[in-house]
C-alpha cells in the first residue's frame, strides 16, 4: 500500500478551545479522500496541519513520508498544491498572467511554461479568456483558475479546501466534473466539503467529522451499508407535530429494526419492512392529514451523516436549500 498521508491521534488545541481530537487517518496514492462534517467540524484545521501551515499540539502526521512539522522546510513541499477556500489569484493579472507567473514561482522554463499553460487552459475551460482580468471572472472561473494555477507544479498530492463554496449550481456541476478528470488521471486529492451530494459523487473514501472527532471513515457504499442501508422513507409533515413520532415509538415496540431521524417536520425512517410501514402509514387518516409528501427513497451519504450525527440537529428546519450538512455556522476549524 502506497501511502501519502498518515495520521495517527492529530490533535489541535487553541487556548481552551479543542479543533481536533486525536485524528488517525491514512490517505492512499491515488485516492480522493474527503473530509465531510459541517461547519466547525475541524476540516479546514486538519488541511492546515497537514500542510505544514499550523502546529500539532499533540499526535503526529506525515506527508508523502515527510513529518508535517518539516514539510515546508523540505524539498517535497514542491510535490504538493494547497488550494485554500479564499480565491488563490492576483486579481489585476489576467487569466494568462497568474497562470504564467504560478509557473514562474515554481521554476519553470519558458519551454515547460509553453507546455503545460495551453493544456490546463484547456482543460478548466478557460480558452477565450486568457487575456480577462481576473477581477471579471466569474465565481466559478475564478476557482477553476485557482485549480489550473494549482496544477503547475504537477503535485503528487493536491489539497482543495471546499472548493464549490459560494458557486452556483451550474458552476460547481462542471467543477464537479474537472475534478472528477483529475481523480481519474491518477492525482492523488484530499478534499474538505460540507456538501453530502459532492462528496458522495466524488470521493473514493470518506472521513466524517463532528466536533473535531472521527464519527466514522470508509467508502462510500461502506458507510451506508453500515449505517443506513439501501433503502429509506422519508416522510414530510405540513407541520410540527409530535403525533407521527407518537406512531413510530409505538411501531418500533413491534418493529425492533425501526429507527428514525427527525429534523423538524421531516422523518428519515429505517426498517426491515419499509413497504408495510408505508402502506400502514397510508391507511391512518389521522396521520395522513398531517402529510405533505411520503415516499421510499435509496439510502444515500446524506441519511447515513443524520444517522451518525442525530445528536447535533434536534432543532434544525431540514430544506432543498439548508440540509444538516451546512447547518452549524461559526467555521472555528
Given at each position: 500500500m502506497d501511502l501519502v498521508i498518515e495520521c495517527k491521534n492529530l490533535t489541535k488545541k487553541f487556548e481552551n478551545f479543542t479543533a481536533v481530537r486525536k485524528v488517525s487517518f491514512s490517505v492512499e496514492k491515488g485516492e480522493l479522500f474527503t473530509l465531510l462534517g459541517p461547519n466547525g467540524a475541524g476540516k479546514t484545521t486538519i488541511v492546515k496541519l497537514l500542510t505544514g501551515q499550523l502546529r500539532a499540539t499533540s499526535g503526529s502526521a506525515k506527508v508523502l513520508d515527510v513529518n508535517i512539522n518539516d514539510i515546508l522546510k523540505s524539498d517535497k513541499k514542491y510535490l504538493l498544491s494547497y488550494v485554500p477556500q479564499e480565491q488563490l489569484i492576483w486579481e489585476d493579472l489576467t487569466v494568462l498572467e497568474n497562470i504564467t507567473l504560478m509557473g514562474k514561482l515554481y521554476g519553470l522554463k519558458k519551454q515547460e511554461l509553453d507546455k503545460k499553460i495551453p493544456k490546463l487552459i484547456s482543460d478548466f475551460g478557460l480558452a477565450g479568456h486568457e487575456k480577462k482580468r481576473a477581477e471579471k471572472l466569474s465565481g466559478g472561473m475564478k476557482r477553476k483558475l485557482s485549480i489550473a494555477m494549482a496544477l503547475m507544479n504537477d503535485p503528487l498530492l493536491l489539497f482543495l479546501d471546499e472548493p464549490t463554496t459560494g458557486l452556483d449550481v451550474h458552476a460547481r456541476t462542471l467543477l464537479m466534473e474537472d475534478l472528477k478528470r483529475l481523480k481519474a488521471a491518477g492525482t492523488t486529492i484530499v478534499l474538505t466539503t460540507h456538501l453530502m451530494e459532492e462528496a458522495e459523487a466524488l470521493s473514493s473514501r470518506v472521513l466524517i467529522l463532528s466536533q473535531g472527532k472521527i464519527v466514522s471513515i470508509g467508502s462510500i457504499e461502506d458507510l451506508i451499508a453500515e449505517h443506513v442501508g439501501e433503502k429509506v422513507l422519508q416522510v414530510g409533515l405540513t407541520k410540527d407535530s409530535d403525533e407521527f413520532e407518537v406512531y413510530l415509538k409505538t411501531k418500533r415496540k413491534t418493529d425492533s429494526d425501526l429507527d428514525y431521524v427527525r429534523i423538524?417536520?421531516?422523518?428519515?425512517?429505517?426498517?426491515?419492512?419499509?413497504?408495510?410501514?408505508?402502506?400502514?402509514?397510508?391507511?391512518?387518516?389521522?396521520?395522513?392529514?398531517?402529510?405533505?409528501?411520503?415516499?421510499?427513497?435509496?439510502?444515500?451519504?446524506?441519511?447515513?451523516?443524520?444517522?451518525?450525527?442525530?445528536?447535533?440537529?434536534?432543532?434544525?428546519?431540514?430544506?432543498?436549500?439548508?440540509?444538516?450538512?451546512?447547518?452549524?455556522?461559526?467555521?472555528?476549524?
Open positions: 423538524k417536520d421531516t422523518f428519515f425512517i429505517k426498517s426491515g419492512i419499509l413497504t408495510e410501514l408505508m402502506d400502514d402509514i397510508m391507511k391512518n387518516e389521522s396521520l395522513m392529514e398531517d402529510i405533505m409528501e411520503i415516499n421510499i427513497k435509496r439510502g444515500g451519504l446524506k441519511e447515513t451523516f443524520l444517522f451518525m450525527t442525530r445528536e447535533l440537529y434536534d432543532d434544525v428546519v431540514l430544506s432543498s436549500e439548508e440540509t444538516p450538512e451546512t447547518i452549524k455556522e461559526g467555521e472555528g476549524e
